[in-house]
């Protein structure tokens, strides 16, 4: 554990000096910043007023901005660490494959969803000092969504640059993994499957198995218990999980997923030829 922590802390102190850290964090900032220079928590829109109408579009915004960042950063940590000689010192120093490759997880990821929970605290803040109503309840759900999503994204850019030798294959890797989960959400994911005659419980049981889809219908929920957007769909989805089932699922299947590819990257990469 004391290896695994110290691990995390290089991991940690490395990225607060890398430039993409700095990117990444005036991003999200920025985000939150924009949303209050153009008066969002002033306007109405499906009865939502204030915050909770900022925190809506921050959370869609979110859900395309994280997944890439996250990928494309994290699978460059093994293969670029395989690369520039890492491997090599780390055999002669006392610290275990699995304290390094666990506690890189575990420093990534905190680097990756700090900036975006500190600018979504900072609304909240700013909010406070406004007079404006906070919808605590919601902020306590997407802040728990935003971390199961880096925790998915992470585990999976992990995998990759475990399976991959070059920088340059993993971020190939993780950005057609990015394309493939963004052009199977709901227009032509529906379009190709309504082509093959498929029966509507495998199409959603398919759409649901897209972690930025479940993250999707999961914000979408928030202000729309019933999915209407979705159409006939939310008839199926409901039927299987109810509202606040779905809720849940929404948080416990993108772990689960990212926690799993996570574990077969470590597998992959301690069974491998390390250098």
């Not at 969803?113 to 605290?121: I, N, R, S, T």
């Not at 394309?179 to 093959?196: A, E, R, T």
Request: glycine content about 10%.
């Amino acid at each position: 554990m004391r290896q695994l922590l110290l691990c995390a802390k290089l991991d940690i102190a490395e990225s607060l000096r890398a430039r993409w850290f700095q990117i990444y964090s005036l991003v999200f900032g920025g985000i939150v910043v924009l949303l209050f220079a153009f008066g969002l928590t002033e306007s109405r829109v499906l009865g939502f007023i204030g915050l909770s109408r900022l925190l809506v579009t921050y959370i869609q915004l979110t859900m395309a901005i994280l997944p890439i960042f996250v990928l494309i950063t994290t699978v460059r940590s093994v293969a670029g660490d395989r690369e520039a000689g890492v491997y090599e010192y780390l055999l002669a120093l006392p610290v275990s494959l699995g304290a390094w490759f666990w506690g890189k997880l575990l420093g990534r990821y905190a680097v990756t969803f700090a900036p975006v929970f500190v600018a979504m605290l900072g609304a909240a803040a700013w909010g406070g000092l406004r007079e404006i109503d906070v919808p605590w309840a919601m902020f306590g759900y997407y802040t728990a969504l935003l971390a199961t999503m880096a925790l998915c994204f992470l585990g999976l850019g992990m995998f990759i640059s475990a399976l991959t030798r070059t920088t340059e294959v993993a971020q190939g890797a993780a950005f057609l993994l990015w394309l493939v989960l963004l052009l199977f959400l709901d227009l032509i994911l529906l379009g190709v499957m309504i082509q093959g005659h498929i029966d509507p419980e495998l199409a959603v049981t398919v759409a649901l198995a897209n972690p930025l889809q479940v993250f999707r219908i999961a914000a979408l929920a928030m202000f729309d218990p019933q999915l209407v957007v979705l159409g006939p769909a939310a008839y199926a989805i409901l039927d299987i999980f109810g509202a606040r089932g779905f809720q849940i699922f929404a948080l416990v299947y993108p772990a689960a997923l990212g926690l799993a590819a996570a574990g077969v990257g470590y597998a992959v990469f301690r069974r491998g030829d390390v250098l």
